[in-house]
């Protein structure tokens, strides 16, 4: 059962990426952009040790994601010599916009492939997945 749960987890995630255009960006830089959505600005080598990269490396996306328009830096009010980085409000658009597209996905195709008995089963394993993922 564990094998067939993360095989259909995969299969999910994939779909669901499939209906945002991520355009050409690594998997790095998304997670480094979703870092920076969910914990709020952060340094460069911040990022490196979150993400586990080496700090060139961390410089290399950050410089990537900045010429895209995508991350911005200002200065660190508690300490001048060190560069905040934060979303744009371009990316932070175009987040909402590519999660209001997955979500969109997902319940159109929830409503036209489920039965309501079904979609109540599937609530039920939604709560018993939701148990595994807590700590």
């Known amino acids: 059962m ?8 995969g299969k999910l995630k994939r779909r669901l990426r499939e209906q945002a255009d991520v355009g050409d960006l690594t998997p790095s ?3 480094v952009l979703l870092r920076l959505e969910k914990e709020g600005p952060a ?5 490196a040790r979150a993400e586990g990269m080496r700090p060139q490396s ?11 328009g995508l ?7 508690n300490d001048g010599r060190r560069i905040l980085l934060s979303l744009t ?3 932070r658009q175009w ?3 590519g999660r209001a597209a997955r979500q969109d996905w997902l319940s159109r195709s929830l409503l036209a492939q489920l039965s309501t008995d079904e979609m109540d089963v599937l609530a039920k394993a939604a709560g ?8």
């Open 2 to 9: 564990a094998a067939e749960l993360r095989a259909l987890v």
């Open 29 to 31: 830089q998304v997670s």
């Open 43 to 47: 340094t460069t080598s911040s990022l």
């Open 58 to 68: 961390m410089a290399t996306v950050v410089a990537a994601l900045n010429s895209a």
């Open 71 to 77: 991350v911005i830096g200002a200065p660190d009010p």
């Open 89 to 91: 409000d371009a990316c």
């Open 95 to 97: 987040v909402q916009e």
């Open 128 to 135: 018993l997945l939701n148990r595994l993922v807590e700590d």
